[in-house]
């Protein structure tokens, strides 16, 4: 399976590399502190840094957990600060203290690079880093892996250190956990926190850490090392992307002891450090106490670690290798080695978003939209359905997420996302429902099964609530068969920032694609049975209207949006002037079947205007409110999130509009491939194994900036699914 390698050189700029395709550089500034990885647990958990060691994020730590998977999420072990102590090993017989961990503190100078850090590489499942230290008495080599139990919640670090001195004087390692124990979204502002806000219970294998008033506790324990009990606080840890985002960037962590252990000269040994919740404790969450499986065992007289890391392992694996060889199967077993590889990475990269969700019934499969801050979200779910787990043949788990969301119908519409604390779920969309279809059709032409009849129930539910009219203003206007929602104050399409009442990009009215949408979801309901020919009838009435009133939209595409204005007397339907993305999936969506002419024309429009190597813009730059970056305060980011800001995933309807409107040429073909294998080439160096969630709308110094979320579900399953689409015969 593909693992993802950045070798770093005393002497020279960072270069990075795949496994599979070494040495082939990047830019250096993708490196380092910019560059991040996750390590999802399957339950809405992860851990997350930077690839050079250090927090730069609220989000970064080593042990993220959920308490109701996938959400109620808190950060509990942030990280290890791990100190070397060399006798002698410095210039002129000095002692040589070196720091793995590294940190940035309020007022800190800016981070430099770590000067022994050589290498780190990213696999399925674990993330390395090579430290190789010189001294005057020899070198002294360090691999620390760290590693997250599949569906255990819990983590551990290895430490492998190889010492070549050679004086006979022993190598000392100290390492001490630093722990939040707080909601992973918020932080321990400086002073909030007092060593007597903890309290520790030590037995043989493992320190318990509990904080007053906290829902969950962090059990530590080391192999190899002594542990020693000396609480401390450390004020102002400062999160640089934090300061950069324009939100509360410093922290204070409680650090409750450390590991100790010393090494002999010219040996080699292994350690490793544990943590986990402990087993067998009651917590509580919403709706009452909770009987949790914790990561170490407190009646157990040895870690529990290695035989669950290890079954863990083998169990993702193996599911990882059948989703890679199912992608390849469909797409034809391509024997360009570089499709091969990127149908590889693109499959491994789709089960960290695929996670357990705990429900009224029992336990189901739903998707989490993006690492760190997303939780599973209806739009983003139904719209990666297919790429995350059709294309990889996990249909098993596609049904149940259906039917995760087929139950919580509310209104005839299906959540636009569930509460992050656990909360009532949320119902402020329109094309969440329509997408729930679509995802449903794919399913039964994937399988070449009938859906279940609770399928079918919950499609006739969302089709006749927009028929009758529901909640947000949303209803079918019979004058032309089209699908209005909400109002000046709502954000109920894709394009949906919000920030203190302000939609920024509302289009409430009649919107391009929930009309394709619509459109779609009314043929394929219509041929999953012969019982509902009016649908059909529907859906002709809603595409000759799009022709008459939405044909003729800037730059010769489609009208974006069609919004009623009020007058004394009347009203008045009036044509948006933006030129946007939306219009793509009247092309891309497989039964809009609009005229040759007015794709084509639409097509270009896009292409012409939008088009960007690593997505689609999302306003034409040259409308007056166009953004160009994606910077300054959150409300500056709102604003610039659906103007301007390129999204990656909707390269995936685009590359599939071009593929119909070519009738799957040669040409299309490789057009498609060539600006897929573009994109997946970023996980190679913005993100390491995933793809981010947006990018400047403009490139700075010819590099198009990586923004929002460094791990996005429907960035990597568009770009899975069409390219696997691109290959087939």
Not at 270 to 285: D, H, N
Not at 397 to 405: C, I, V
Not at 463 to 489: K, M, P, Q, R, S
Request: one cysteine or more; proline letters at 5%.
């Amino acid at each position: 399976m593909p693992t993802h390698s950045h070798k770093i050189q005393s002497d020279t700029l960072p270069i990075c590399s795949a496994s599979f395709r070494a040495g082939k550089p990047v830019d250096p500034q993708k490196l380092g502190f910019d560059s991040e990885w996750v390590l999802p647990d399957g339950l809405g958990g992860f851990a997350m840094g930077s690839i050079a060691g250090v927090g730069m994020r609220r989000y970064h730590g080593l042990l993220c957990v959920s308490l109701s998977p996938p959400v109620c999420r808190v950060m509990l072990l942030n990280a290890l600060d791990e100190s070397i102590h060399i006798p002698g090993g410095g210039h002129c017989g000095c002692d040589l203290d070196v720091r793995l961990s590294g940190f940035q503190f309020a007022d800190q100078d800016p981070l430099i690079e770590h000067p022994y850090l050589t290498e780190f590489t990213k696999s399925a499942d674990s993330c390395q880093w090579l430290y190789s230290i010189p001294t005057q008495i020899g070198r002294v080599q360090i691999r620390k892996t760290l590693s997250i139990a599949d569906g255990g919640g819990g983590c551990r670090v290895e430490y492998a250190i190889e010492s070549g001195i050679t004086s006979d004087d022993e190598i000392a390692i100290e390492i001490r956990p630093l722990v939040s124990m707080r909601d992973f979204h918020q932080l321990n502002a400086p002073g909030t926190v007092q060593i007597d806000d903890f309290r520790t219970e030590s037995t043989q294998v493992s320190t318990t850490i509990i904080r007053d008033g906290f829902d969950s506790e962090l059990a530590v324990g080391g192999i190899g090392f002594d542990w020693h009990e000396s609480a401390s606080i450390w004020r102002n840890v400062r999160y640089c992307h934090e300061t950069d985002r324009g939100q509360d960037d410093l922290e204070d962590l409680y650090n409750p002891g450390v590991f100790r252990t010393k090494v002999p000269s010219r040996s080699t040994k292994v350690l490793s450090i544990e943590a986990g919740r402990p087993a067998r404790r009651t917590g509580f969450k919403a709706g009452g106490p909770v009987r949790r499986t914790g990561f170490l065992d407190s009646q157990r007289k040895t870690p529990l670690g290695e035989p669950g890391h290890r079954d863990g392992s083998i169990t993702k694996h193996t599911r990882i290798r059948s989703a890679i060889d199912h992608a390849l199967e469909a797409a034809g077993n391509p024997t360009d080695p570089t499709l091969r590889d990127a149908i590889a990475k693109l499959a491994q990269a789709s089960d960290d978003f695929i996670v357990k969700r705990a429900t009224d019934t029992g336990d189901s499969v739903s998707v989490l939209a993006g690492y760190p801050w997303f939780s599973d979200w209806g739009r983003d779910t139904m719209i990666a359905l297919p790429g995350l787990m059709l294309t990889t043949g996990r249909y098993d788990q596609a049904l149940q997420t259906l039917h995760t969301f087929a139950g919580a119908i509310e209104h005839g519409l299906i959540p636009n996302r569930f509460d992050d604390a656990g909360g009532a779920s949320h119902y402020n969309t329109v094309d969440a429902s329509l997408w729930f279809i679509h995802a449903c059709w794919q399913w039964a032409q994937a399988t070449g099964k009938a859906l279940d009849q609770g399928l079918i129930d919950a499609c006739d539910a969302i089709i006749d609530a927009y028929i009758a009219g529901t909640i947000n203003h949303i209803g079918l206007d019979e004058d032309d068969g089209l699908v209005f929602a909400g109002d000046a104050n709502t954000q109920l399409t894709w394009m949906d920032a919000l920030r203190d009442g302000v939609a920024f990009t509302p289009r409430h009215g009649k919107a391009i694609e929930i009309n394709a949408l619509w459109i779609n979801a009314l043929e394929a309901r219509a041929m999953m049975d012969d019982s509902r020919d009016e649908l059909t009838n529907r859906a002709t009435q809603a595409r000759e209207s799009i022709i008459k009133r939405m044909a003729q939209g800037p730059g010769g595409g489609l009208v974006d949006c069609i919004t009623r204005e009020h007058a004394v007397r009347h009203s008045r339907w009036i044509s948006s002037d933006e030129l946007r993305p939306n219009q793509i999936f009247a092309l891309s969506l497989p039964m809009v079947n609009l005229p040759d002419a007015i794709q084509k024309r639409s097509l270009a429009a896009v292409t012409g205007a939008l088009l960007t190597p690593v997505g689609l813009r999302t306003l034409d730059p040259g409308n007056p409110n166009y953004c160009p970056h994606y910077t300054g305060s959150m409300t500056d980011r709102d604003r610039a999130y659906h103007n301007g800001t390129a999204w990656p995933w909707l390269l995936g309807p685009y590359c599939e509009a071009m593929l119909r409107v070519k009738s799957f040429d040669v040409d299309s073909r490789k057009g498609v491939q060539a600006i897929m294998l573009g994109l997946v080439s970023k996980m190679d160096s913005d993100a390491a194994g995933q793809l981010f969630e947006i990018y400047d709308a403009e490139p700075t110094n010819g590099r198009y900036r990586p923004q929002g979320c460094m791990a996005q579900a429907w960035s990597v399953s568009e770009a899975l699914r069409v390219l696997v689409l691109s290959c087939r015969s």
